[in-house]
T-cell receptor
Framework: GQQVMQIPQYQHVQEGEDFTTYCNSS?????IQWYKQRPGGHPVFLIQ?????EVKKQKRLTFQFGEAKKNSSLHITATQTTDVGTYFC?????????????FGTGTKLQVIP | DGGITQSPKYLFRKEGQNVTLSCEQN?????MYWYRQDPGQGLRLIYY???????QKGDIAEGYSVSREKKESFPLTVTSAQKNPTAFYLC?????????FGPGTRLTVL
């Protein structure tokens, strides 16, 4: 199936530093979803972006969807130890349907106190 | 995640045995999914179902089977044909905007 690639695979940051993970696709995306998985836990849905150039914020998290709808980013400002986990992007063929949802490879974030 | 239950949390089986993982949701979601996650790896789609009595293969369906006889239930059978069944299995459901996961079952085949 069509994949989305995420970079970096791992990231270690000092607490208080910023963090960004990128999601890239070779084809145009109808939407991009972001999830967070804490160590030992299950993925939790964070947000879905649909519009070209869309930017959404959730407290210290900023999500962007590229103008060409082929890439997306998640930026965390001033990381905290509670941000530790793996962040996944995901795609589905259509924004509103119950379609096949394909996940990216994930970025594992470690925050050093 | 509160509306999706998977049991048990840990499951051990001998090689060559079929095993069925349960997944129940009370969210009234039409779509349900099964994903597999290996240590340090991403999520790979096994099967998904958009409505009752219908399901489609995902990217790694070989060695697995599912049924969707009720909207609330989407059990996954890991058959003896699955070559590397030890993994973390995640069930999920969706109403079309985001996928919501259960707590998962860690299957170990000895």
């Amino acid at each position: 199936g069509q994949q989305v690639m995420q970079i970096p695979q791992y990231q270690h940051v000092q607490e208080g530093e910023d963090f960004t993970t990128y999601c890239n696709s070779s084809t145009t995306l109808s939407n991009i979803q972001w999830y967070k998985q804490r160590p030992g836990g299950h993925p939790v849905f964070l947000i879905q972006l649909v519009k070209s150039g869309e930017v959404k914020k959730q407290k210290r998290l900023t999500f962007q969807f590229g103008e060409a709808k082929k890439n997306s980013s998640l930026h965390i400002t001033a990381t905290q130890t509670t941000d530790v986990g793996t962040y996944f992007c995901a795609r589905s063929p259509d924004s509103g349907g119950y379609q096949k949802v394909t996940f990216g490879t994930g970025t594992k974030l470690q925050v050093i106190p | 995640d509160g509306g999706i239950t998977q049991s048990p949390k840990y499951l051990f089986r001998k090689e060559g045995q079929n095993v069925t993982l349960s997944c129940e949701q009370n969210l009234n979601h039409d779509a349900m999914y099964w994903y597999r996650q290996d240590p340090g790896q991403g999520l790979r789609l096994i099967y998904y179902s958009q409505i009752v009595n219908d399901f489609q293969k995902g990217d790694i369906a070989e060695g697995y089977s599912v049924s969707r006889e009720k909207k609330e239930s989407f059990p996954l059978t890991v058959t003896s044909a699955q070559k590397n069944p030890t993994a973390f299995y995640l069930c999920a459901s969706s109403i079309g905007r985001g996928v919501f996961f259960g707590p998962g079952t860690r299957l170990t085949v000895l």
